[in-house]
């Protein structure tokens, strides 16, 4: 075998933008709105972290942690006009869900970091300017592409289930007949 042979797996979108930390929730709101954004489609396993997962995330991330910055988004007509006669178009979250929500509980003041409220804080968001995030949004054109982009980027790792990683083959499958 050469390197040639071996079978790529799915590139990410080509657009990508830096949505700052201050922005996050508005960004989300707004996609929500404007594009109907799922952030948790049925391929997604959950919520599965715990409140102590979500702040152990919040204070790598505030501490200068960059691992983990991009979020994974999938909409196939994006930048293109709507295709009303599409059958599949929908604008989801394909990897992120676990620390978007830990930043949003934090951003809402639900969880604390380091102790603390991010709205007790001396200093606003604003002067966390070091604190952004990429958006990386696909166009993949089939409700399997996104499913098997999924699961290529789930499959390699601990935290998933076999049931979990069962349970979106399953609806691999479904899209497939």
Do not use: C
């Not at 201050?22 to 594009?35: D, G, I, P, S, T």
């Not at 930048?79 to 992120?96: A, E």
């Not at 830990?102 to 070091?130: K, S």
């Not at 098997?148 to 998933?160: A, C, D, R, V």
């Amino acid at each position: 075998m050469t390197f040639q042979e071996i079978p790529q797996l799915q590139q990410p979108g080509s657009y990508e933008v830096n949505i700052p930390l201050q922005f996050l929730a508005e960004r989300v709101k707004q996609f929500q709105k404007e594009y109907n954004l799922q952030i948790n489609p049925d391929f997604q396993r959950g919520h599965i972290w715990t409140e102590a997962q979500q702040i152990a995330y919040v204070e790598y991330y505030l501490a200068g942690g960059r691992s983990g910055m991009t979020f994974y988004f999938n909409q196939p007509s994006w930048q293109m006009r709507r295709n009303k006669n599409r059958d599949y178009d929908d604008f989801v979250l394909v990897d992120g869900l676990q620390r978007l929500t830990a930043l949003l509980r934090f951003l809402n003041n639900e969880i604390m970091a380091y102790g603390q409220y991010v709205d007790d804080f001396d200093q606003p968001l604003r002067f966390a300017d070091n604190m952004h995030f990429k958006w990386n949004i696909n166009n993949i054109q089939t409700r399997a592409g996104v499913l098997n982009w999924y699961l290529e980027m789930n499959s390699g790792g601990t935290p998933h289930t076999k049931d979990e990683l069962d349970r979106v083959r399953t609806l691999l499958k479904s899209e497939e007949i």
